[in-house]
């Protein structure tokens, strides 16, 4: 069974950071788009960022550009969000998602999510 765990969520006061994983189990990703969403409460999931299953481009939504930035370690097959400024606007449940050979934006049809990670930003 594969699986993707998020985690690095937490508490924390708005213009602060945190840094997200997400580790997935079962296999290696090294083939694979990986993104990151969002879902605030009583709100449609959002995407955040994706990287495309090369490395070779990368994808934010325009509210996070300049703040959050995706970055992945293929040795230990680990995929960050390191959110920095973060306001209120950014609290929501972050999940972790995989598409093999996928581009890593938006319109993905990504096969592999993980269960999630709160953050929660207070003002």
């Known amino acids: 069974q594969v699986q993707l765990v998020e985690s690095g969520g937490g508490l924390v006061q708005a213009g602060g950071s945190l840094r997200l994983s997400c580790s997935p189990s079962g296999r290696t990703f090294n083939n694979y788009a990986m993104a990151w969403f969002r879902q605030p409460v009583g709100k449609e999931r959002e995407f955040v960022a994706g990287?495309?299953?090369?490395?070779?481009?990368?994808y934010y939504r325009d509210s996070v550009k300049g703040r959050f930035t995706l970055f992945r370690d293929i040795a230990n097959n680990t995929v960050f969000l390191q959110m920095n400024s973060l306001n209120t606007e950014d609290t929501a449940v972050y999940h972790c998602?995989?598409?093999?050979?996928?581009?890593?934006?938006?319109?993905?049809?990504?096969?592999?999510w993980g269960q999630g990670t709160q953050v929660t930003v207070s003002s």
């Open positions: 998602a995989a598409e093999l050979l996928g581009r890593g934006d938006s319109g993905g049809s990504y096969k592999y």
């Open positions: 990287v495309r299953w090369d490395g070779g481009r990368f």
